[in-house]
């Protein structure tokens, strides 16, 4: 791995990709702490144009990421929150045709 800043942010990003491409948001918080501390370090030692225009690509691309991530979030939770005020769920069966189904708030079971 790279010892500079500039370095460690571009490896920092290829891990932050992956694990928004994996679902595991759990390990974003622990990647964020570092991110801010390379920051700083390359606040006083700023990398060449090249180097420059790669983070910002690459960090381009993992905020769309971000925001791919939380718009799928809301939608999740918006949607679980419909089917427990007893919206009712429509799926489909295995011919296509659209089923129905009506939920009962308190038979919905929550499961992790």
Same mark, same amino acid.
């Given at each position: ?6 370095? %460690? ?7 932050? @990709?992956?694990?928004?491409? !994996?679902? #595991? ?15 700083? /370090?390359?606040? #006083? ?9 790669? +983070?910002? *690509?690459?960090? !381009? ?13 809301? !939608?999740?939770?918006? /949607? ?8 009712? +769920?429509? *799926?489909?069966?295995? @011919?296509? *045709? &659209?089923?129905?189904?009506? *939920?009962? %708030?308190? %038979?919905?079971? %929550? &499961?992790?």
């Amino acid at each position: 791995m790279a010892r500079d800043p500039a370095g %460690r942010l571009l490896h920092l990003a290829k891990r932050e @990709r992956a694990a928004l491409l !994996a679902g #595991k948001l759990d390990q974003l918080p622990g990647l964020l702490a570092e991110h801010e501390s390379l920051i700083e /370090r390359l606040a #006083k030692d700023p990398p060449d144009a090249e180097t420059l225009h790669r +983070l910002r *690509t690459d960090h !381009a691309r993992n905020q769309s990421l971000f925001k791919a991530a939380l718009a799928g979030l809301a !939608a999740a939770r918006d /949607r679980l929150s419909a089917i427990s005020d007893g919206v009712p +769920l429509e *799926t489909y069966s295995a @011919r296509g *045709t &659209r089923q129905g189904h009506r *939920t009962d %708030r308190k %038979r919905l079971v %929550r &499961r992790a």
